[in-house]
């Protein structure tokens, strides 16, 4: 379980996130909604290790752990943004074979055998040898879904998945997060789409544009 204890995170004088908790049992799908400037992005950006909370504490199943930490914090939480952030100079088996060699140490032929089965996963197979600027916006966001899902994360973390993606793109990304959900991967969605929330999470948590605090179960 991934818990967040009295999380608060300031921006000078503004208080975003004020003694936040939560959690979020293994193999279970949260989705954080609300207005923009509530809070949701700022809270995934703590949680990833983007940003550090002036205050709180975040647990792994009862151990605590620090997002900022290099040492640990790639092999528990994975993060895919709202831009993908793919490398437009490396191909796609080398954005998603890189911080696998770099950071996990793995040997080149292991790092692009995991690639190309997650790339078979996702309908992406053959396009290994392609750039970024050679994709579509929904097979470049699946890309660094892979790319995220290859450094073996405790936690994969979505940043709006459905942001500017038309319908059938928008369901084709809601299967891949439930396909994941079947093979036992917690997840955390930060999305202003209450639909898709619905749709795809075992909860739903909201934060209020006023107070940064909120909650409700559906």
Do not use: W
């Amino acid at each position: 379980m991934l818990e967040l204890k009295n999380i608060t995170k300031k921006f000078g004088e503004r208080t975003i996130l004020d003694n936040l908790n939560l959690e979020i049992p293994d193999g279970q799908i949260l989705a954080i909604v609300g207005p923009s400037g509530a809070g949701k992005t700022t809270l995934l950006r703590c949680l990833s290790g983007l940003e550090t909370p002036e205050q709180g504490s975040f647990l792994l199943n009862g151990q605590p752990f620090d997002p900022a930490a290099p040492a640990n914090a790639e092999q528990i939480i994975g993060v895919v943004f709202q831009d993908y952030q793919l490398f437009p100079n490396l191909t796609v088996l080398q954005n998603i074979t890189l911080a696998p060699k770099l950071v996990l140490k793995q040997k080149e032929k292991a790092a692009e055998k995991q690639a190309e089965r997650l790339l078979q996963q996702l309908d992406l197979a053959g396009k290994e040898q392609l750039y970024p600027y050679q994709l579509s916006g929904g097979q470049q966001q699946r890309v660094a879904i892979v790319r995220a899902l290859a450094m073996e994360p405790q936690v994969l973390c979505y940043d709006e998945p459905t942001s500017a993606l038309d319908p059938a793109l928008r369901e084709k990304v809601g299967q891949i997060i439930l396909s994941l959900k079947n093979e036992k991967m917690t997840q955390v969605i930060v999305t202003h789409d209450m639909d898709f929330a619905k749709q795809t999470a075992d909860k739903v948590f909201t934060v209020n544009a006023l107070d940064a605090l909120g909650g409700d179960s559906v």
